[in-house]
């Protein structure tokens, strides 16, 4: 009855179990079934944060566009034709150039008010917004806060045409150096790179320059060597920006620049200014384009500018 007898019975030491009881197959089946299952839960995830992300930047995106940059573009376009209002005055002072300096102030105080939130906070204060931002709506506020003097002197026609014309143009800077902090905010998907509109508007803040300045030559009968500087200056970056601009523009709006630049009115434009430049300081380069023939190119230009870059922005 010791060993021999277990070795007689057939007992031995249970091996390991070959195959798989009903259950655990079940379980494997379960298992494998439920990997797609899994994995389109981890999808729906990703999917559900995604989309939530890209709502949150859209309405960003919108605020931002409703709140700081249509606003500042607004104020910019006001403060360009105050800046072309107060040259004229200050270089023929009268009372209609008066009322329509006046009327100019009014209209880009009430597009700066936008800009305000209270006397010491504005829009750019708000908000989740880039570094910057909102020192730069500040500093924008503040410069043309600090005009009144000018302003009341330039109504008067007392204020000097040079001091005139550069703290503008520094009012104006100003306007831009918002559009650059807000660049990093876009949406990539949508419209045209950030830095192609923001190149494509100082592009345009050139030609209002050339303006200003050629109105005050047309005006006084004669183009100073500063002033035709400072227009050939002008001419040479807004071409410059403009080619940088339109070379990266979507295509449909790549097409209308094409088609702009070829056109009739863009040509005089280019022919202007060159027979400008090439004009001696004094009263040829103030002749060398007669004002009628100049207005009426720019205006046709600058409508067609316009349109090309508010399409871009959508």
Same mark, same amino acid.
Do not use: C
């Given at each position: 009855?010791?060993? &021999?007898?277990?070795?007689?019975?057939?007992?031995?030491?249970?091996?390991?179990?070959?195959?798989?009881?009903?259950? @655990?197959?079940?379980?494997?089946?379960? %298992?494998?079934?439920?990997?797609?299952?899994? %994995?389109?839960?981890?999808?729906?995830?990703?999917?559900?944060?995604?989309?939530?992300?890209?709502?949150?930047?859209?309405?960003?995106?919108?605020?931002?566009?409703?709140?700081?940059?249509?606003?500042?573009? !607004?104020?910019?376009?006001?403060?360009? #034709?105050?800046?072309?209002?107060?040259?004229?005055?200050?270089?023929?002072? $009268?009372?209609?150039? %008066?009322?329509?300096?006046?009327?100019?102030? /009014?209209?880009?105080? #009430?597009?700066?008010?936008?800009?305000?939130?209270?006397?010491?906070?504005?829009?750019?204060?708000?908000?989740?917004?880039?570094?910057?931002?909102?020192?730069?709506?500040?500093?924008?506020?503040?410069?043309?806060?600090?005009?009144? /003097?000018?302003?009341?002197?330039?109504?008067?026609?007392?204020? !000097?045409?040079?001091?005139?014309?550069?703290?503008?143009?520094?009012?104006?800077?100003?306007?831009?150096?918002?559009?650059?902090?807000?660049?990093?905010?876009? *949406?990539?998907?949508?419209?045209?790179?950030?830095?192609?509109?923001?190149?494509?508007?100082?592009?345009?803040?050139?030609?209002?320059? #050339? !303006?200003?300045?050629?109105?005050?030559?047309?005006?006084?009968? /004669?183009?100073?060597?500063?002033?035709?500087?400072?227009? &050939?200056?002008?001419?040479?970056?807004?071409?410059?920006? @403009?080619?940088?601009?339109?070379?990266?523009?979507?295509?449909? *709006?790549?097409?209308?620049?094409?088609?702009?630049?070829? $056109?009739?009115?863009?040509?005089?434009?280019?022919?202007? #200014?060159?027979?400008? /430049?090439?004009? %001696? +300081?004094?009263? +040829?380069?103030?002749?060398?384009?007669? &004002?009628?023939?100049? !207005?009426?190119?720019?205006?046709?230009?600058?409508?067609?500018?316009?349109?090309?870059?508010?399409?871009?922005?959508?």
């Amino acid at each position: 009855d010791g060993p &021999s007898a277990a070795a007689g019975h057939g007992l031995r030491t249970p091996g390991p179990r070959r195959g798989l009881r009903p259950r @655990t197959v079940r379980a494997k089946i379960v %298992s494998l079934l439920m990997v797609p299952v899994v %994995s389109l839960l981890a999808l729906w995830g990703f999917a559900t944060v995604t989309t939530a992300q890209d709502v949150a930047r859209l309405r960003q995106l919108q605020r931002v566009d409703a709140e700081i940059r249509q606003p500042v573009a !607004d104020a910019l376009a006001a403060l360009q #034709e105050e800046r072309r209002a107060a040259v004229r005055q200050v270089a023929a002072p $009268g009372a209609t150039r %008066s009322a329509e300096l006046e009327d100019r102030i /009014r209209r880009t105080d #009430e597009a700066v008010d936008r800009l305000r939130l209270d006397d010491t906070h504005t829009v750019g204060d708000t908000g989740d917004l880039p570094a910057g931002v909102g020192q730069r709506v500040s500093a924008f506020v503040g410069t043309v806060g600090g005009l009144a /003097r000018l302003r009341t002197a330039a109504v008067d026609g007392r204020a !000097d045409g040079n001091q005139v014309y550069a703290e503008y143009t520094a009012a104006v800077s100003a306007a831009f150096a918002v559009g650059g902090a807000l660049t990093g905010i876009q *949406d990539t998907r949508q419209g045209a790179d950030a830095r192609v509109l923001l190149e494509f508007g100082r592009a345009g803040e050139m030609l209002a320059r #050339e !303006d200003a300045l050629l109105t005050v030559a047309h005006l006084t009968g /004669r183009f100073t060597d500063d002033g035709l500087r400072a227009f &050939s200056g002008a001419v040479e970056t807004r071409r410059t920006l @403009t080619d940088s601009a339109t070379a990266d523009l979507p295509a449909a *709006d790549r097409a209308a620049w094409d088609r702009l630049a070829a $056109g009739g009115d863009h040509t005089r434009l280019t022919r202007a #200014e060159d027979l400008i /430049r090439a004009a %001696s +300081p004094g009263r +040829p380069a103030a002749q060398a384009v007669p &004002s009628a023939d100049w !207005d009426g190119t720019l205006a046709a230009v600058r409508a067609g500018l316009t349109a090309i870059e508010t399409d871009a922005r959508t």
